[in-house]
């Protein structure tokens, strides 16, 4: 039998980037398979579930966030800038390609994780579509296509419904995990997931 994950994530999310690896890594262990769904997160998903963004967070919260960053990122051995010069930014134009490629069959997470990369590893802007351009030539699909695409009402509206269904399923942050409808918030429930799809 088939073992589904539902997977909730933001294009500008540091813990989406910091789990993507293992994560995949877990889903190839167990065979499974993935529903890869971005989301808005700071523009809907945040106002709906008491979340608030990095930039009105107070310095207490802000400080020790880069201490936690940083201790994952040394955990996991990940390149990562805890403090990069292209966020936060507006990711909309990336999550509307990722889904415009999702809509066509194709597995988007290396676009997804790749897009995730250029944010913390290698200080691009992810709102400029000429370096969403490149990041698909290098994942071997048409940014053209994929950029008109995500433009359209029919990309636009899909991606409000992926977010409107995260916030129905109780989604708060991400990365965001459900699989046979139990949640699993964060990087650091991986190993619980893992536990879970092992049963």
């Not at 890594?25 to 993935?34: C, F, L, N, R, T």
């Not at 808005?40 to 979340?51: D, H, I, L, N, S």
């Not at 999550?95 to 997804?112: H, K, L, P, Q």
């Not at 990369?117 to 071997?140: F, K, Q, Y």
Request: hydrophobic share 45%; proline share 5%.
């Amino acid at each position: 039998m088939s073992k589904t994950i539902d997977f909730y994530y933001a294009m500008l999310s540091p813990y989406a980037y910091l789990g993507f690896p293992g994560f995949i890594e877990i889903v190839k262990k167990h065979g499974a398979q993935v529903n890869f769904r971005p989301m808005a997160m700071a523009q809907k998903v945040f106002p709906a579930t008491g979340g608030t963004p990095v930039a009105k967070r107070a310095p207490e919260r802000l400080a020790y966030r880069l201490v936690e960053l940083e201790r994952w990122r040394k955990h996991n051995n990940m390149a990562m800038n805890l403090q990069p010069a292209f966020f936060p930014t507006d990711d909309t134009l990336a999550a509307g390609m990722a889904i415009a490629a999702r809509e066509a069959g194709v597995d988007i997470g290396t676009f997804s994780f790749s897009v995730l990369r250029a944010v913390w590893a290698e200080e691009r802007d992810i709102s400029d579509a000429a370096t969403l351009l490149d990041i698909a030539a290098a994942c071997n699909l048409n940014g053209q296509e994929l950029a008109q695409a995500a433009q359209t009402d029919a990309i636009r509206t899909r991606y409000d419904e992926d977010t409107d269904e995260a916030i129905r399923r109780g989604v708060f942050g991400a990365p965001f995990f459900f699989y046979k409808d139990e949640p699993f918030w964060g990087q650091d429930r991986l190993d619980f997931l893992d536990r879970a799809l092992a049963d």
